[in-house]
């Protein structure tokens, strides 16, 4: 049934439903963090919050604002749901998912509360496919308790100088090091892998330091297998702010622009290795 | 037993290869039956091939400047080989840019297929490509297997929606299921359905069409009950199965239709110029 002739009846059950035009805008953010088949779906008032997580010390989110959506309906203050991401992606990419100028495919999300599966309606050129996933309960998103008061280093960077860095990381590195420090070197990734130790500097005045507010030197390892997934967010993002915090703590937080040149967020936290001190 | 056919056109020569191609990606080995009118490419349903049977009809006028042929004996004009299809493709993929190609039935150290061809090169001198692609000649005891199937006794016949559309689908409902049910009825509506714990996923096409033939087949010529045309007819199939028919076209037909039994087996058919194709995918409980 085509989705424009959906019954007025039905909306009426559903506790969420979310439609938008071309369904790339949320299957590309959601592939961003699609490196667990889990994730919690948290849809409130002011848009869907879509979290997937890792060994208890990494934590990604998708932020899609409800003004992204051409419809967005929500009957309850928070609206929380757990699906299998991957299956949900081939559903958003049933039709193909490739990018053909003038075509794309139209989304109608639903849910009716807890119990009930996910309903998706997609519809290309004519054809329409339903799609019922189930759902399950949410877990509790962990609070990293990540707070602006307590950052101690922050700069902003464009993704693009980024970009090259990420994709050349030396991947037999056990962990990758962020150095911030008010002096040299500034802001540095480092890896220490098979063939030798290799470090990538950004200085503070440079054109793609778009903001450096740090104050202290800190330098924290991360383990690679965690923040390594963080480079499709990368990929996809035109700015990325990098943060840690006393603990050493590290969010990055990703400017994401979509198809309609709409702004969406993601963002990523990890805990530092453990094992290691910090210099 | 004597084979000799020679193609100088070059569409014809593309059309041919890009015929073997397709053949090559539905099966591994299949029988290739030479007549004076045709080419034949059989896949008889076994249990190892999950049952799938395919025919593949070339009208050889269509494909060949030249052609003759001198079956097994005058009674059995025909000749039957078990071929390797990929082979055949890759040696005819050698040879595109050709003024002519040769395929003969050889017997190198065992009987052959061979392609032969000159190659244009920058000096004045050509260069000649042979290819043998090894046969196995088919006993003519055996010959009963390749027969043409019969249309099976379908309980709706519906035209197919755009094949690229059909196999972005199939393609993501493989990795939710190893099953598909395919159901049709005779108002232009088919459904693509998976069904497992974490997910039903329904594609749902719709204004198809229906072959005029698409009432219920009597053959014997009696009266045909009316079917209701919102009834839907179904069948249970291994994606893979489907997933592989639609992986293999490069080409898009002409006509392309499917016949449902219900419970039984799905039969797709594909018709272009001067190719048919029917596959059939059994249904699964």
Same mark, same amino acid.
């Given at each position: 049934m085509p989705l424009s002739t959906q019954s007025q009846a039905d909306d009426e059950l559903y506790?969420?439903?979310?439609?938008?035009?071309?369904?790339?805008?949320l299957s590309n953010i959601l592939?961003? +963090?699609?490196?667990k088949d889990h994730a919690i779906f948290s849809a409130t008032p002011n848009g869907l919050k879509?979290?997937?997580?890792?060994?208890?010390?990494?934590?990604?989110?998708? &932020? +899609?604002?409800?003004? +992204? &959506?051409?419809?967005?309906?929500?009957?309850?203050?928070?609206?929380?749901?757990?699906?299998?991401?991957?299956?949900?992606?081939?559903?958003?990419?049933i039709f193909g998912g490739t990018t053909v100028?003038?075509?794309?495919?139209?989304?109608r999300m639903c849910y009716r509360g807890y119990g009930y599966p996910l309903t998706l309606f997609l519809e290309e050129g004519g054809v329409v496919t339903v799609c019922k996933i189930n759902t399950q309960e949410p877990e509790e998103p962990i609070d990293f308790e990540f707070c602006s008061s307590n950052v101690t280093n922050k700069v902003i960077l464009q993704s693009e100088s980024l970009k090259e860095a990420f994709s050349?990381?030396?991947? #037999?590195?056990?962990?990758?090091?962020? #150095?911030?420090?008010?002096?040299?070197? =500034?802001?540095?990734?480092s890896t220490f892998g098979n063939s030798g130790n290799a470090h990538y500097d950004y200085p503070k005045d440079s054109d793609m330091m778009e903001l450096f507010q740090c104050t202290k030197t800190q330098t924290n390892r991360y383990k690679m297998s965690l923040l390594k997934p963080s480079t499709k967010a990368l990929a996809l993002s035109c700015k990325v702010?990098?943060? #840690?915090?006393?603990?050493?703590?590290?969010?990055?937080? =990703?400017?994401?622009?979509?198809?309609?040149?709409? +702004?969406? &967020?993601?963002e990523y936290y990890c805990c530092p290795d453990e094992e290691v001190e910090e210099e | 037993m004597k084979f000799r056919g020679k193609i100088i056109d070059i569409a014809c020569l593309n059309h041919f290869t890009r015929v073997i191609t397709t053949i090559s990606k539905l099966t591994k080995t299949c029988v290739l039956r030479l007549t004076p009118d045709h080419l034949y490419f059989v896949l008889s349903g076994k249990v190892a091939n999950g049952g799938v049977s395919m025919w593949c009809e070339l009208s050889q006028v269509n494909f060949f400047d030249e052609y003759q042929m001198e079956g097994v004996s005058s009674e059995d004009n025909e000749i039957c080989l078990e071929?390797?299809?990929?082979?055949?493709?890759?040696?005819l993929k050698t040879v595109q840019n050709a003024k002519a190609v040769k395929v003969k039935l050889t017997k190198k150290h065992c009987p052959c297929l061979t392609v032969a061809a000159e190659l244009p090169t920058l000096s004045s001198v050509s260069r000649v490509v042979t290819h043998d692609v090894p046969v196995d000649v088919i006993p003519r005891r055996l010959w009963n297997e390749f027969k043409e199937p019969d249309m099976p006794d379908f309980d709706v016949s519906i035209y197919l929606p755009p094949l690229k559309t059909m196999k972005n689908v199939v393609d993501r409902m493989k990795n939710l299921s190893n099953f598909l049910v395919m159901e049709a009825n005779l108002s232009g509506e088919m459904n693509l359905k998976i069904d497992t714990d974490l997910v039903s996923v329904t594609t749902h096409f719709r204004d198809l069409g229906n072959p005029p033939w698409g009432e219920d087949s009597s053959q014997d010529g009696g009266p045909s009950q009316s079917r209701d045309p919102?009834?839907?007819a179904e069948a249970r199939v291994d994606i893979r199965k489907l997933q592989q028919f639609l992986m293999g076209q490069q080409v898009n037909p002409s006509k392309a239709m499917c016949n449902i039994v219900h419970h039984g087996v799905v039969h797709l058919i594909l018709l272009h110029e001067d190719v048919s194709l029917q596959y059939f995918i059994p249904a699964v409980a």
């Open positions: 506790v969420f439903v979310a439609t938008l035009d071309n369904a790339r805008n592939r961003a +963090i699609a490196f879509v979290t997937v997580e890792d060994s208890k010390c990494m934590q990604a989110n998708a &932020f +899609i604002q409800a003004e +992204i &959506f051409q419809e967005f309906t929500i009957r309850e203050d928070l609206v929380g749901f757990q699906v299998n991401l991957t299956v949900l992606l081939d559903c958003l990419n100028t003038g075509v794309s495919t139209t989304l050349e990381l030396d991947m #037999t590195s056990e962990v990758l090091q962020i #150095t911030m420090s008010p002096s040299q070197p =500034y802001f540095r990734l702010s990098v943060r #840690t915090d006393i603990r050493g703590f590290l969010s990055l937080q =990703y400017l994401v622009r979509n198809d309609d040149g709409q +702004i969406c &967020f993601v | 071929v390797t299809p990929e082979n055949l493709s890759r040696a919102e009834a839907m």
